[in-house]
């Protein structure tokens, strides 16, 4: 068998160690990195990978698509899909900012411990227009789950809801305007006391649930915080947090979540190596972690 080669397409302009230290990890044994790659420029890249070799031999070459900026990192995905042709083509995974995995990694997590009854159980989102956060509440929306999407700006939270039901039918998803201090008298605080799951999915050191709003969610059977990086972005958890029981809800910081993440990640790895047709987005990633155990 020819070596596995993967071919790291990166948008920012120097490509992520963080990426190809597990690609290396998960069993690629050559890494070509590119920084600064655009659907204008993505097209040669691919090319190379198509062309080299044949038949069977193709699973031996794959893509990963990354950088900071998902938008441009799904643009370029979607050039590398266009690219390909009939049975000439190579696995590929999708997965900027490590916003699918992650993503992915906090619903699996959740659903270990939501008591799903008749009606939708209900979630809110914290940091819901940014990377993860807008691939949460589209994974949760494809659950069932009746979605809340909270951000600082009311106009993006609604924008990134309105985005996830054109692409979730039937999708159930709002956006609010939130802030780390909650009032109880607020709208906010209204949702965060009918939810059932509470993640938080902002940016390092943003604090986004304080102590009253712990409070306010008295109902929620699960917290997540993705933050690794204090402050913590809901009062009261650590990154180490993982199932650890606070009350009638368990807690899970970053790196209680960051397990499954990383296992998903080698094995999506593994995946692009293995199927040559492979195009791994979020709901793959989720499926592909829930088939894991």
């Known amino acids: 068998m020819p070596k596995r080669i993967l071919i790291q397409l990166d948008c920012d302009p120097q490509p992520s160690t963080f990426d190809a230290i597990v690609a290396v990890d998960a069993g690629a044994e050559v890494l ?58 190579v696995g590929v995974l999708v997965d900027p900012s490590g916003a699918n995995t992650t993503a992915a990694a906090a619903v699996i997590v959740a659903f270990r411990h939501l008591s799903l009854g008749r009606d939708p159980a209900q979630a809110v989102v914290l940091g819901g227009t940014g ?3 807008q691939r949460l509440g589209r994974l949760l929306a494809g659950k069932g789950l009746r979605v809340t999407l909270g951000s600082r700006s009311l ?25 780390s201090t909650v009032r109880l008298d607020s709208s906010l605080a209204s949702v965060l006391a009918a939810a059932d799951l509470v993640i938080a999915a902002g940016a390092a050191r943003a604090s ?30 650590v990154a180490s947090d993982k199932g650890r029981a606070d009350g009638p809800a368990v807690c899970y910081g970053a790196l209680g979540v960051g397990g499954t993440k990383m296992k998903i990640h080698r094995a999506a790895i593994e995946r692009i190596f293995q199927d040559s047709s492979a195009h791994l987005d979020a709901e793959d990633l989720l499926a592909l972690g829930e088939s894991l155990g």
């Open 32 to 89: 070509l990195r590119h920084g600064g790659v655009t659907p204008e420029t993505v097209v040669p890249l691919v090319h190379g990978a198509m062309f080299t070799r044949g038949g069977a031999d193709l699973t031996s070459t794959a893509i990963f698509v990354g950088g900071s900026d998902v938008a441009a990192a799904e643009a370029v995905a979607a050039a590398v899909r266009a690219t390909f042709f009939g049975p000439v083509r």
């Open 131 to 133: 990377p993860v956060g």
């Open 155 to 179: 106009e993006r939270a609604e924008a990134a809801a309105k985005t996830v039901r054109e692409q979730v039918p039937g999708a159930q998803i709002a956006g609010i305007e939130s802030h």
């Open 208 to 237: 986004l649930l304080d102590a009253t709003g712990r409070t306010a969610a008295a109902k929620a059977q699960v917290f997540i915080d993705l933050n690794a990086v204090l402050p913590a972005g809901i009062h009261g958890i």
